[in-house]
């Protein structure tokens, strides 16, 4: 592990067993949720995660957040190993990464205050009083831009972006060092987006705090993020800077998916060329030889078709997973 890096995550793997047929004539197969991830998170980094829907997303982030059990690999937090460790033995790690949900409500328990929902953290994971708890909350809820009258108020009393702002001050309660966010905007109107963006973009600066944030909305992933890693059927395909995975992506499942993205110019977006892809995703049980996405790829060869392609650095700094990227 290097000393900048935060998370180091080295070839993970999340498989499901699932059993399909009659009792007497039972067949075993194997869901590849996350099969071979492998990227690096640093200090005060945003990472953005993007790709099809059910290609291992939110798997990937629940697996770092030890919310499931990993079929193999390593998750490298400050240099620990956290994949073999028990339930227990990850609790002291527990304050150093939280997790912000997609869906604002169902993370909030409706029976309980939202003074009581951010204590929760404090009492499991801080040594802290009654007096210093509360303090906290006042606190926490003052920094997402909440009153602090809220605090003995119920979660359906409030709007969709307060939730939210209640499950990033749940997240912050322990002043974690890594927050995950799944796709912690797409329930919310536009407006409201921009609002909780520039919420997270905030609270980065001050508390310098890693993001690995999940989402659709490419536009959005633009904004936040310095780094944006690309997934394929729970494969990592691409990860570069930004600006230049944006501008010049290598890997042609990104050039398609940077070719969807909207411009804001009416005559540019007109002329713009875009990539379709042919086919559906493949099934995760019965994943396609050699390269996962040849089936659906412009430019597959034979060699695609046997031959799995592993991440190499480009000449313009980014890695890949395609024999001809370049």
Not at 33 to 43: C, I, N, Q, R, S
């Amino acid at each position: 592990m290097s000393a900048a890096n935060l998370l180091d995550v080295n070839d993970l793997k999340v498989h499901f067993p699932v059993t399909r047929g009659s009792f007497f004539k039972r067949e075993k197969r194997v869901v590849h949720a996350v099969d071979g991830v492998t990227f690096t998170l640093k200090e005060g980094e945003t990472l953005g995660l993007v790709g099809e829907s059910g290609c291992g997303k939110s798997t990937t982030a629940r697996a770092i957040c030890q919310l499931l059990r990993t079929t193999d690999g390593q998750i490298l937090f400050e240099g620990v190993d956290l994949r073999p460790l028990t339930w227990n033995q990850v609790k002291p790690y527990r304050k150093n990464f939280q997790m912000v949900f997609q869906n604002p409500f169902s993370s909030l328990d409706p029976r309980m205050t939202i003074g009581s929902i951010l204590s929760e953290p404090l009492k499991h994971l801080m040594d802290l009083s009654r007096a210093e708890r509360k303090e906290r909350v006042m606190g926490l809820l003052k920094e997402v831009n909440l009153n602090a009258k809220f605090v003995n108020r119920y979660p359906h009393e409030f709007s969709g972006g307060q939730r939210q702002r209640i499950n990033i001050a749940r997240a912050l309660a322990v002043s974690p060092k890594l927050i995950v966010l799944d796709e912690p905007v797409s329930a919310l109107d536009v407006s409201i987006q921009a609002q909780i963006i520039n919420l997270l973009q905030d609270l980065q600066q001050k508390f310098k705090m890693a993001y690995l944030f999940i989402a659709h909305d490419l536009s959005v992933v633009k904004t936040l993020s310095h780094r944006v890693a690309v997934m394929y059927l729970g494969k990592i395909v691409e990860i570069g800077e930004t600006r230049e995975l944006y501008q010049n992506p290598k890997h042609p499942y990104t050039q398609a998916l940077m070719s969807a993205v909207p411009i804001p110019d009416p005559i540019k977006e007109k002329k713009r060329a875009r990539i379709p892809l042919k086919g559906e995703i493949p099934s995760p049980i019965d994943l396609p030889s050699g390269c996962t996405f040849h089936p659906r790829c412009p430019i597959a060869q034979d060699r695609c078709r046997v031959e799995v392609p592993k991440l190499r650095k480009l000449s313009n700094g980014s890695v890949a997973s395609c024999h001809f990227a370049e």
